[in-house]
């Protein structure tokens, strides 16, 4: 399951559907990340972890 920010939306669609999987939805955090503090990108993968565990785990 692709995991990446929100700058990459996309680019993660065109290269899924190239890959023969254009129904691959990936999860989007924002963006930027690089000079966000430990404490902040916490609070952006609090913000998708239910959702990054229900697709891996295929329980809605």
């Known amino acids: ?29 924002s963006h930027p990340i690089q000079d966000r503090t430990p404490a902040e990108i916490e609070e952006r993968a609090d913000a998708v972890i239910e959702e990054v565990v229900s697709r891996l785990t295929g329980d809605p």
């Open 1 to 29: 399951m692709p995991l990446a920010t929100s700058e990459f939306r996309t680019a993660a669609r065109v290269q899924a559907s190239r890959l023969g999987r254009p129904d691959l939805e990936a999860v989007f955090v």
